[in-house]
């Protein structure tokens, strides 16, 4: 495998940022995840609008224009001979002795990227069996709008879940509805066939695949509710479900071991899986 790595196409193995890059010490970056199909990345306007969003909410520089940077991605694309999978992008405050305040104006940012095939069956086969999750508190800050690479709160719900045989960990607010998952949003069916996800404020990350969800609702005539859900809703639901760049629309059918609905995959889910890629921008 190949990585880029602030100009140079590395050996993944032995490819290395600084020790004093602020990624590391303070968590000081951030990040996107672009799915890659037929070799082609999926919404890369969408994730890249957003990076530059993340970027100009922490005050980071860009590390390349727009064009360049859909070039490199492209390239690691390529020479990791990716068809199925993904392809990360990190950007940080870049390398400097270390201190809390920003470091000096002209400190170049830090690009890394790499790309990996995912064995796309995997998924599939998870989607039709569907999946388990447990609900645990938020507690990360009241910033998760930024898709920073500050996620250890995320990463121990995460860890949480597999220790509990869960899939995911549903993120529940100090009033008791949910937020979003440890890396994906959450999303309830209601009886009337109606999909609710929680609005996009400052408390959840607005997913990329959501908001081509949203593309394909209007197109597919399915109505959306962007409104607060409680756990107890939620496992009352005729249908529940995640999505992410990674798992795309993906069926609940479990919440803290109670079954949602009949305790198999929705239909609603499974369909709108089935057309995502039909509304993505694939480029
Ligand atoms: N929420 C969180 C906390 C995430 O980390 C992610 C995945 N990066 C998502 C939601 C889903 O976002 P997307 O659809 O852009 O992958």
Redesign the pocket.
């Known amino acids: 495998r190949i990585a880029y790595v602030n100009g140079s196409y590395l050996p993944h193995g032995s490819a290395a940022v600084h020790i004093e890059d602020r990624g590391y010490q303070f968590a000081d970056g951030v990040y996107e995840?672009c799915e890659v199909t037929g070799g082609r990345l999926v919404d890369e306007t969408r994730?890249l609008n957003?990076l530059e969003r993340s970027l100009n909410e922490l005050k980071i520089a860009s590390p390349m224009s727009r064009g360049a940077l859909s070039v490199v991605l492209r390239e690691t694309v390529r020479r990791n001979r990716v068809r199925e999978g993904l392809v990360y992008m990190q950007v940080t405050r870049g390398v400097a002795r270390r201190d809390h305040a920003f470091p000096k104006p002209g400190t170049p940012p830090a690009l890394v990227i790499t790309a990996k095939s995912v064995d796309m069956s995997k998924g599939d086969a998870n989607a039709a069996k569907g999946v388990k999750v447990i609900t645990l508190p938020d507690n990360r800050w009241e910033r998760?709008d930024i898709?920073s690479v500050g996620l250890l709160p995320?990463c121990l719900a995460k860890q949480a879940a597999r220790e509990a045989g869960a899939y995911e960990a549903w993120l529940v607010d100090k009033d008791g509805f949910v937020t979003?998952?440890?890396?994906?949003?959450a999303w309830i069916v209601t009886k009337d066939g109606v999909l609710v996800t929680r609005y996009a404020d400052n408390g959840?990350?607005k997913?990329?695949?959501?908001t081509t969800l949203f593309d394909l609702c209007a197109r597919e005539g399915v109505r959306i509710e962007e409104r607060q859900f409680s756990v107890a809703e939620a496992q009352e639901a005729r249908e529940c479900f995640l999505?992410?760049?990674?798992t795309i629309v993906m069926p609940i059918v479990a919440i803290d071991g109670r079954p949602v609905g009949n305790g198999a995959p929705g239909s609603i889910a499974t369909d709108l899986r089935s057309k995502f890629h039909e509304v993505a921008e694939i480029a």
Not at 207 to 210: A, D, L, S
């Open positions: 995840v994730h957003r998760v898709k995320n979003e998952g440890s890396s994906t949003n959840i990350l997913g990329i695949t959501r999505t992410s760049a990674t």
